[in-house]
């Protein structure tokens, strides 16, 4: 379920690593007045036990991709949501810089969709509500629930994300219709690996579970400050890029601005997408250079021959120059 | 002069080769390189093209192969080609290129796998050049907690010893006769958790013993140093890739069109 940087705009991505940090600096904050240190030294191992978990994936029939379980949840009733959070945001940094899985610029969404959603809304709002009896079924019943819902928003979040990114063209209810229903049948399989566990530490060390400090303080203010924080960086980084507007589409979509048949239809024009496709139409920053050709001159053909020429020189030119100095540098 | 692993000289020349700049600036670098990367609009394939050179460039200096580097790569395109294809369908707008009349869902289909491609490269080449370690520590630059670097840092020494208390319980129900069955998963899995908490213990016991205090051994000087030729090295990356997201290539193909033409 990790949102990769292909798929993600600058914007979506931008506002969710504002968020994201934000959350994380909280958290961070909160650790250090718990001074809960017992915890502290098995947030690595525990993040690295989650960590393996999700290396198991679960292959999905008829999609060609694979699942596997988010761990949020887990990682939440054992440390608290604080420190289940940060953990959560050191297994995807990992993901993302050793094994390039999600990328540098959806980390923001990745730990949203799978360390703020399960800790912070799943686990206080449904699985501690659930569990006040404190019965075996009780803890069962609520970690299934718990976990199916955290990772079905989840799961719903990167619907949400890749559509207002407006890379892909897929239709958000189609895709909505294929996530969701994937999801929930790795949910179950988390859920109930959750509730095992669980269960039985509560069996055999019923303490690791006893959080005296979180009992004081059950108000949740971070998640209206969390939904305030969205939509201010979402207007900031929208003011940003909509700061070097032009009148012209930049040189980058040149290719295919100008080769687009006069008849054709644009594809789906809902409002993310279009909202997505202003702000990057309108962020070029030399749009009437002076070297322009004539279109006249070059006619349309011309044109897209223009486009895969100056790409195919630029990238030899800036290849041979990396090549040259890379290899330069090691024979040093 | 910085001194590191008790010679300087030795440090010297690994920095020239360039393998040795500071991993907060690749870190950076290779950040701002994803962001530029996903500004590109949908049918960026031809514009984005050159970028490839800042992931070249990495390889080549990390010593990564083109095979190596496919096998990392390939399960990890799956979702996105499961999400980018769809586009092939829905995109069906028509464009020419070299006077063949395409579906605009191709080309937009093959930029996100370039996008794809371009920002995973440069995640893999990064960190094989810097080195995990060496951009945990490094990453107290960028002003992250001490706590989440310790952090960051223990976990990934962890990741071995869960894996190995995962195959000492399996080894050991296996010879038993037990089968592994998800009804049974309770049975391996809690043992495993607590298994590793009390393993977690013992190390940061022993982490203590010899004088851990919670904070990792970090040469201050080396780490958070960043010299003129790094800055120019990074403004110069900085450069190039803002270049190419404002015309640069268009103002290359136009040159180039102009001279041909007259």
């Known amino acids: 379920m990790h949102m990769a940087d292909a798929l993600v705009s600058p914007l979506i991505g931008g506002t969710f690593w504002i968020a994201g940090s934000y959350i994380t600096v909280k958290a961070a904050q909160r650790i250090k007045e718990d001074r809960e240190d017992a915890r502290d030294v098995l947030m690595g191992v525990l993040a690295a036990f989650v960590f393996a978990g999700q290396m198991i994936n679960f292959s999905i029939p008829g999609t060609g991709s694979s699942g596997h379980i988010g761990g949020g949840l887990l990682l939440a009733i054992l440390l608290g949501r604080e420190r289940a959070f940060l953990s959560m945001l050191i297994i995807l940094s990992v993901q993302a810089l050793v094994f390039a899985d999600g990328g540098l610029l959806a980390l ?65 209810s189609l895709f909505t219709l294929l996530m969701l229903p994937i999801h929930f049948a790795i949910a179950l399989v988390e859920g109930v690996c959750t509730a095992l566990i669980v269960l039985y530490i509560y069996a055999n060390e019923p303490m690791l579970l ?34 070097h507007a032009s009148s012209l589409p930049d040189g980058l979509e040149w290719a295919l601005e100008r080769v687009v048949t006069e008849g054709a239809t644009p594809a789906a024009q809902d409002f993310s997408h279009s909202l997505s496709e202003i702000i990057q139409e309108r962020t070029a920053f030399l749009p009437d250079y002076s070297l322009s050709v004539e279109e006249k001159d070059v006619g349309r053909l011309g044109t897209s021959v223009s486009g895969v020429v100056g790409s195919v020189i630029t990238l030899l030119l800036a290849s041979e120059l990396a090549v040259f100095f890379g290899r330069r540098h090691s024979r040093r | 002069m910085i001194k590191r692993h008790g010679s300087s000289v030795f440090y010297e020349s690994e920095r020239r080769m360039g393998k040795n700049r500071n991993p907060a600036l690749f870190l950076l670098l290779t950040l701002f390189f994803a962001l530029i990367t996903a500004s590109f609009g949908r049918y960026g394939f031809f514009a984005m093209l050159p970028l490839a050179a800042y992931p070249i460039y990495l390889c080549v200096l990390a010593g990564i192969g ?52 371009l920002a995973s490269c440069s995640v ?33 020494r962890y990741i071995n010893l869960i894996t190995a208390e995962a195959r000492n319980i399996i080894r050991a129900r296996l010879f038993r006769g037990g089968k592994i069955s998800l009804p049974q998963s309770g049975n391996i899995l809690g043992p495993l958790v607590l298994r590793c908490f009390a393993r977690s213990r013992r190390i940061h016991e022993a982490l203590g013993c010899r004088g851990y205090r919670d904070v990792i051994y970090c ?37 180039v069109l102009r001279c041909v033409i007259e």
């Open chain 1, 108 to 172: 923001g969404c990745n730990v949203f969709n799978l360390g703020f959603l399960p800790c912070y809304v799943a686990y206080p709002f449904i699985y501690k509500l659930l569990t006040a009896s404190a019965s075996k079924r009780s803890v069962f019943t609520a970690a299934l629930l718990a976990s199916v819902a955290a990772l079905e928003m989840g799961a719903f979040f990167v619907v949400l994300q890749t559509c207002f990114s407006g890379i892909t063209l897929i239709p958000f």
């Open chain 1, 210 to 243: 006893a959080r005296p400090c979180e009992a004081v303080r059950p108000g949740n203010s971070l998640l209206r400050r969390t939904a305030a924080l969205f939509v201010v960086a979402t207007l900031l980084i929208g003011g940003l890029l909509s700061w």
């Open chain 2, 66 to 117: 083109a095979g190596r580097m496919f096998f990392r790569l390939l399960p990890l395109s799956f979702f996105v080609f499961f999400i980018g294809v769809w586009n092939i369908f829905f995109d069906q707008a028509e464009i020419s290129v070299f006077g063949l009349t395409l579906s605009a869902g191709w080309l937009s289909f093959a930029t996100i796998m370039l996008k794809f491609l």
């Open chain 2, 124 to 156: 893999i080449a990064m960190i094989s050049l810097t080195g995990f370690d060496s951009l945990c520590r490094s990453l107290s630059l960028l002003g992250l907690p001490q706590m989440l670097i310790n952090l960051l840092f223990l976990f990934y």
């Open chain 2, 219 to 255: 040469e201050k000087d080396t780490m958070l140093s960043c010299d003129f030729s790094d800055k120019i090295f990074g403004a110069a990356w900085g450069f190039f890739f803002i270049a190419l997201r404002f015309n640069l290539v268009s103002i290359i193909s136009n040159l």
